[in-house]
């Protein structure tokens, strides 16, 4: 039964301030790693070279996961310092460290250039920017929801979750769009990629700019407050989370985001690739569904976010998760026998509408399964590590595939199986709307 909800006050302003930089923030650190996802197949032949094109994605997709498993440490880091020090300045460390990290894969050599080294000095980059991206989610999901109305709080996190990846993706589409223009054909495995990474240093002079007016979480400020009047010596976050009923909370958390982060990633983010090595559509071609599937997303994120605030957080999970179970895996097989431009860009609508659905209430459900004093930890680490196995979706669909033929079959077995995962998690979750955020 959910508990009566005490709101903290909250100028109008601050509320807006924080909204904004929670999604924006997530926004710009998806653009950073969608970057990689638009320009897989160009990263493939010129760090991962190889007979079989389904080799070198998978290997591309490896190094994407590489920044997924490093996520979960940066969610330890930044999350155990958000909780303790507060949400604004581990934030802003984070967002700019992503910007960077992504800027510095635009001055790398390629494999001709360099020999082995490049593709290592591209897996360590990719180590270091998921450390940041893991405190992005820490602080990004929390500080937003934590500062706005109980009823709001879902359409809040399907602005961040949902919302924040559509307009990351519509960036980076952007990105590619404007890259492909001024480095056609061939350019672009010159210099296009290299632009495209560099634009990365925008997240980083943006997020400098908006979160140095950005006010500190007033229920982490309330809460922080009472702890110092108590005079009692506080436990470490991430030590009380692994231990006890929280455990159990957090593991039940991994089915849902494990299933979310599968479903979202083998949709919006082998999108890209499916439309070029499939549908053999051009980059250019390519960027214009790609920006209309981020447009998609963006609107879908707050609809759905708004739809868990009126009938719940788990009936909205099983109205989207269950349809997915079936709908996904039609869609991409229909997709690959298409040739009409037009009605490839209906189904990549249609697949990216379900990929950004499943994310919109997962920010606040998971918000509202901890207390402030474990909220970034908890809410950061469940999402990061359901994520990272997620991110594993990808690289497996390219293993299994063997020959670019077989990625279709190969992405409808996973959408299925990652709508089940997703749907079975939410049974066991519960419903946690209402939850009072102030504890």
């Known amino acids: 039964m959910a508990t009566t909800v005490r709101e903290t006050k909250i100028s109008d302003g601050q509320r807006l301030a924080a909204v904004f930089a929670s999604c924006f923030g997530w ?63 581990a934030m802003l460390v984070a967002v700019s460290g992503v910007g960077i990290a992504t800027a510095c894969f635009g001055l790398l050599p390629t494999l001709a250039q360099a020999g082995a080294i490049a593709p290592i000095l591209f897996l360590i980059l990719r180590l270091v920017q998921g450390v940041f991206v893991g405190g992005v989610v820490a602080t990004t999901h929390t500080i937003g929801t934590e500062s706005v109305s109980p009823k709001w709080r879902g359409t809040v996190s399907g602005l961040v979750g ?33 632009v495209m990474f560099f634009s990365g240093i925008l997240s980083s002079v943006l997020g400098i700019f908006i979160f140095k007016y950005l006010e500190e979480s007033p229920v982490w400020a309330a809460a922080q407050a009472k702890r110092a009047a108590s005079a009692s010596t506080a436990k470490s976050p991430l030590s009380e989370l692994f ?14 985001t494990a299933g979310a982060g599968s479903a979202y990633y083998v949709t919006s983010g082998y999108l890209p690739a499916f439309l070029r090595l499939i549908n053999k559509i051009s980059n250019s071609d390519a960027s214009m569904i790609l920006i209309g599937a981020a447009l998609v997303a963006t609107v879908t994120g707050p609809f759905i976010g708004f739809l868990s605030d009126v009938i719940g957080r788990r009936a ?18 229909h997709m690959a026998e298409t040739t009409d431009v037009r009605t490839i860009t209906l189904y990549a609508f249609a697949i990216a509408f379900f990929g950004n ?51 279709p079959f190969s992405l409808a077995v996973f959408c299925s199986g990652a709508a089940v995962l997703f749907v079975v998690g939410a049974i066991a979750a519960g419903e946690t709307k209402g939850v009072d955020l102030s504890k």
Do not use: C
Request: aromatic share 14%.
């Open 357 to 407: 659905a499943v994310l919109a209430p997962v920010p606040i459900f998971l918000n509202e399964r901890f207390p402030t004093a474990l909220r970034a930890s908890g809410t950061g680490l469940s999402w990061n590590i359901g994520f990272a196995i997620g991110g594993m979706m990808p690289t497996f669909v390219s293993l299994v595939s063997g020959q670019t033929s077989n990625i």
């Open 243 to 256: 231990s006890g009923p929280t455990r159990k909370t957090l593991l039940v958390n991994l089915l849902v």
């Open 162 to 194: 949902g919302g924040g990846a559509g307009i990351g993706a519509l960036l980076a589409s952007l990105a590619l769009w404007v890259a492909s223009t001024i480095y056609p054909g061939a350019d672009f495995e010159v210099w296009g990629w290299r």
């Open 316 to 333: 909205t999970f099983l109205l989207i998760g269950v349809p997915a179970i079936v709908a996904l895996p039609w869609l991409y097989l």
């Open 27 to 89: 926004s710009l650190d998806l653009f950073d790693l969608f970057i990689l996802l638009y320009v897989a197949p160009t990263i493939g032949k010129l760090f991962f070279p190889s007979d079989y094109p389904t080799l070198s994605l998978a290997a591309v997709y490896a190094s994407f996961t590489v920044t997924l498993l490093m996520r979960p440490v940066g969610s330890a880091i930044f999350g155990n310092y958000a909780d303790r020090f507060g949400r604004k300045n």
